[in-house]
C-alpha cells in the first residue's frame, strides 16, 4: 500500500496543499515550524483519525479563518493504492455553532470513495506507522500511554477491535458507576452480572488480541533492536496483564507473563468464561473499591533492554531506539497481517542516535515501502543515502523538491 496524492484544505498553517508521492522514501527538509510535521500528522490522521500531537481536533483546523465565519473546514483528502484497487479517502472537521448561544461545536466526517462511513468501519483501511520524540512517552510514561499504544496499532490490523474497546470501555464505565451506588447506598451485588457478561465478552477480545499482539511485537522488535544496536543489547517486552486466563486463582494483579508464546492458542470462549468468573469472585472488593479490578483497562508492558526496564533507567538514546524498534516492527507486523505496507512517517529521528545506530535506521528505511522523513539537518544523512533519496524542501508552508 502507497500514498499517491495527498490533498490539505485548511489544514493547520496550510491553506492549500497539493501532492503527489512517488512510492520510495521521502525526506521533508527545512527549518522548524515550516509544516513539516503537519504533512506526517496529515497522513497519520488517515489511518486513526485523531492527532498524534495536538490535545484538541480543534487545532487542526487553519487558524486564519475569520471567526465571524459561521462554518470553519479542514479536509484532508487521498489517494492510495492498496493491492490492485485505488481507493480515496477524505476526513473532514467542522467547527461550526452549536445553536444560537454562540458556542462551537466540532464534529468530524469520512467518506470512503465518495461514501460516508463510520469511523470504526474505517479503521484498516489505510494504515501508517508514526514516530515522533514524544512518542518517547509510551516508555517513559504511564500505564495508560502503553495501553493506548497496543490499541491504536491492533484497531490497525485487528478487524472489529475497535468496536469491542468502544464497548468494553462504555460497559466498564457504567459498571464502575453501579460499584459506586452500591458501595454508597447498598443493593443486590447481583445487579453486576449483566455488566460482568458484557464486560467479559469483549474484554476476551482485547485480552485475546493483546496477547497476539506482544507475542508478535517483540519477536520482530528483537530483529529491528539487533540491527540498530549492532547485536549490543536485547530487547524485550514485559507484559502484566490484570487478568491473565491462564492463571489460577490467587488474588494477585498485574501477573506477569514471560512467555506468551504458550498463551496464543488461547480460544476467546474460554477467555471469557474465566474473566467473567473472576469478575464475579471480585464483586465485594469491587464495590469496596468503587471500580472493575481485573481487565484489559489495568493492564501493564514494560519495555526492556538488556534486562534493565527502561521506564525507569533508560538513557534518550537507548528510549529512542527501543522506540524505533517498536515501530519497525509495526511495519513488518501490518505487512504480515494485512499483506500491506503502511507508510512510515518518522519526525526528527536521528536526533539523539549515535552514528552507528543512525546509519542502522537508514538500513532499515531501504527495507520499507514508503516512508516521510522529517529532519533540520541533512547533514545527520549519509551521501549515499542522500543520492539514493528525494529531497523535499518545506518553507513557510509551500513544499518543493529540492
Known amino acids: 500500500m502507497h500514498l499517491t496524492h495527498l490533498s490539505l484544505t485548511n489544514f493547520r498553517i496550510f491553506s492549500r496543499l497539493e501532492l503527489d508521492f512517488p512510492k520510495r522514501v521521502i525526506l521533508f527538509h527545512g527549518s522548524n515550524a515550516q509544516g513539516k510535521t503537519t504533512v506526517l500528522e496529515a497522513v497519520a490522521f488517515l489511518a486513526l483519525f485523531t492527532s498524534f500531537s495536538a490535545s484538541s481536533d480543534r487545532q487542526m483546523i487553519n487558524f486564519n479563518l475569520p471567526e465571524s465565519d459561521p462554518v470553519r473546514v479542514g479536509r484532508i483528502v487521498a489517494d492510495f493504492q492498496r493491492g490492485n484497487k485505488k481507493q480515496h479517502l477524505e476526513t473532514r472537521l467542522i467547527l461550526e455553532q452549536n445553536g444560537g448561544d454562540g458556542n462551537l461545536r466540532l464534529r468530524?466526517?469520512?467518506?470512503?470513495?465518495?461514501?460516508?462511513?463510520?469511523?470504526?468501519?474505517?479503521?484498516?483501511?489505510?494504515?501508517?506507522?508514526?514516530?515522533?520524540?514524544?512518542?518517547?512517552?509510551?516508555?517513559?510514561?504511564?500505564?495508560?500511554?502503553?495501553?493506548?499504544?497496543?490499541?491504536?496499532?491492533?484497531?490497525?490490523?485487528?478487524?472489529?477491535?475497535?468496536?469491542?474497546?468502544?464497548?468494553?470501555n462504555q460497559a466498564a464505565t457504567r459498571r464502575n458507576a453501579l460499584l459506586k451506588q452500591l458501595a454508597e447506598y447498598g443493593g443486590n451485588p447481583n445487579q453486576l452480572e449483566p455488566w460482568d457478561v458484557m464486560l467479559s465478552e469483549h474484554g476476551a477480545f482485547l485480552i485475546a488480541g493483546r496477547i497476539k499482539l506482544i507475542n508478535q511485537l517483540e519477536t520482530l522488535a528483537q530483529q529491528s533492536h539487533h540491527n540498530l544496536t549492532g547485536g549490543k543489547e536485547v530487547f524485550r517486552i514485559d507484559y502484566q496483564p490484570a487478568f491473565d486466563p491462564f492463571v489460577?486463582?490467587?488474588?494477585?494483579?498485574?501477573?506477569?507473563?514471560?512467555?506468551?508464546?504458550?498463551?496464543?492458542?488461547?480460544?476467546?470462549?474460554?477467555?471469557?468464561?474465566?474473566?467473567?468468573t473472576g469478575l464475579e469472585k471480585r464483586h465485594r472488593y469491587d464495590i469496596q473499591r468503587g471500580s472493575t479490578s481485573i481487565g484489559p483497562h489495568r493492564d501493564e508492558m514494560r519495555l526492556l533492554t538488556n534486562q534493565v526496564d527502561l521506564s525507569n533507567y533508560g538513557s534518550r538514546g537507548q528510549t529512542r531506539t527501543a522506540l524505533l524498534s517498536l515501530k519497525f516492527a509495526e511495519v513488518h507486523l501490518m505487512h504480515a497481517r494485512t499483506g500491506e505496507w503502511p507508510v512510515l512517517l518518522l519526525d526528527e529521528v536521528m536526533a539523539e542516535l549515535d552514528p552507528l545506530r543512525r546509519?542502522?535506521?537508514?538500513?532499515?528505511?531501504?527495507?520499507?515501502?514508503?516512508?516521510?522523513?522529517?529532519?533540520?539537518?541533512?547533514?545527520?544523512?549519509?551521501?549515499?543515502?542522500?543520492?539514493n533519496h528525494e529531497i523535499w524542501k518545506v518553507h513557510q508552508g509551500i513544499v518543493s523538491e529540492a
Open 108 to 168: 468530524k466526517e469520512a467518506l470512503l470513495n465518495g461514501v460516508s462511513r463510520r469511523f470504526s468501519e474505517l479503521y484498516g483501511q489505510f494504515n501508517a506507522v508514526s514516530f515522533l520524540p514524544q512518542m518517547s512517552k509510551i516508555i517513559e510514561g504511564g500505564p495508560s500511554e502503553r495501553r493506548r499504544y497496543l490499541d491504536e496499532v491492533l484497531c490497525q490490523v485487528e478487524p472489529g477491535y475497535s468496536r469491542h474497546l468502544i464497548r468494553y
Open 248 to 276: 489460577a486463582e490467587n488474588g494477585q494483579l498485574g501477573l506477569p507473563v514471560h512467555n506468551l508464546a504458550d498463551r496464543s492458542p488461547i480460544e476467546l470462549p474460554e477467555i471469557q468464561k474465566s474473566f467473567q
Open 359 to 387: 546509519h542502522a535506521l537508514m538500513s532499515l528505511l531501504d527495507t520499507v515501502e514508503q516512508a516521510f522523513v522529517t529532519t533540520t539537518d541533512l547533514d545527520m544523512f549519509d551521501p549515499d543515502f542522500l543520492g
